[in-house]
C-alpha cells in the first residue's frame, strides 16, 4: 500500500476515534440528569435530595431560598406530596464541565410546571445548587 494512502487511513481512524470519544464524554456529562430526572418523575424527595448540595437555592413556587439539604428536602416532600408527579421530560441541556443546567416540563397535580436545574462539579461528582419548579 501506497505510504501516503496509509497515512490518510491513519488520519480518518484518528479522527474519527477523536469525534467518537468526545461524543462519549458529553453523553457521560448530561448523563447526570438522568437519575435527577427519574427521582423528580417519582416524586422520591429522598433518592433526589442526594443529589442536593450541603447548601442550596431553591424555589418551589412560593417556597425556598438559600436552604440547607435537609430543609431543600423537606420542601420538595411537602411538593410531592401536595402535587403527585404524573410525567416530566429534560427540554434542554447546556453547560460547561463544571457547572451544567437542565430545564424540564413537569405534570402534576393537574398542572404544568417549568424544572430549572443547575448542577456543580464537587468532589468528581455533580451537585444540584439550584433546584426551581414554577408554573406556566
Not at 7 to 32: H, M, N, P, Y
Request: proline content about 1%; aromatic content about 10%.
Amino acid at each position: 500500500m501506497d505510504r501516503m494512502k496509509l497515512i490518510g487511513k491513519f488520519c480518518i481512524v484518528l479522527l474519527t476515534l477523536t469525534f467518537c470519544l468526545r461524543a462519549d464524554a458529553q453523553s457521560r456529562e448530561s448523563d447526570v440528569f438522568i437519575p435527577i430526572g427519574k427521582y423528580i418523575m417519582q416524586g422520591n424527595a429522598d433518592a433526589l435530595s442526594a443529589w442536593f448540595d450541603d447548601n442550596l437555592e431553591i424555589k418551589l413556587l412560593s417556597q425556598g431560598g438559600d436552604v440547607s439539604k435537609s430543609q431543600a428536602r423537606q420542601i420538595v416532600k411537602s411538593f410531592f406530596e401536595a402535587q403527585t408527579p404524573q410525567g416530566f421530560k429534560i427540554t434542554h441541556t447546556s453547560g460547561r464541565n463544571s457547572m451544567k443546567y437542565a430545564l424540564g416540563a413537569l405534570n402534576a397535580g393537574g398542572e404544568t410546571y417549568s424544572v430549572t436545574i443547575f448542577v456543580t462539579s464537587k468532589g468528581g461528582t455533580y451537585k444540584i445548587r439550584e433546584f426551581r419548579i414554577e408554573r406556566q
